[in-house]
């Protein structure tokens, strides 16, 4: 079993940043970062490989966002940076025994989510 964490959600302005963090009890193969805002799917952010660091972005991304993690603390960051209002969601973090990579599916371990709202 894998429990995790998030923390730092919040309220910014357009054109702020927010680090969101998961800890993690255990380290798997590979964390993810999806978000989900009202009335649409669960959407890839980012993920990275816990042994090697190779990280994981959509091709659509325009590199505002950073995933990195630290192996002593057990915990995967989300540095978001130049954040816009369309990127309200609610965050989510997850674990993989499986491997790394955009599919949902090969996550069997969800925290419970962290708000994230950026005013226009």
């Known amino acids: 079993q894998v429990q995790l964490v998030e923390s730092g959600g919040g309220l910014v302005q357009a054109g702020g940043s927010l680090r969101l963090a998961c800890s993690t009890s255990?380290?798997?193969?590979?964390m993810g970062w999806f978000r989900q805002a009202p009335g649409k799917e669960r959407e890839f952010v980012a993920a990275?490989?816990?042994?090697?660091?190779?990280?994981y972005y959509p091709d659509s991304a325009e590199a505002r966002f950073t995933i990195s993690r630290d192996i002593a603390k057990n915990t995967v960051y989300l540095q978001m940076n130049g954040l816009k209002p369309e990127d309200t969601a609610v965050y989510y973090c997850a674990a993989s025994t499986l491997g790394t990579g955009s599919r949902s599916s090969l996550y069997g371990y969800w925290g419970q989510g962290t708000q994230v709202t950026v005013s226009s």
């Open positions: 990275i490989t816990w042994t090697s660091g190779t990280t």
């Open positions: 255990r380290r798997t193969v590979g």
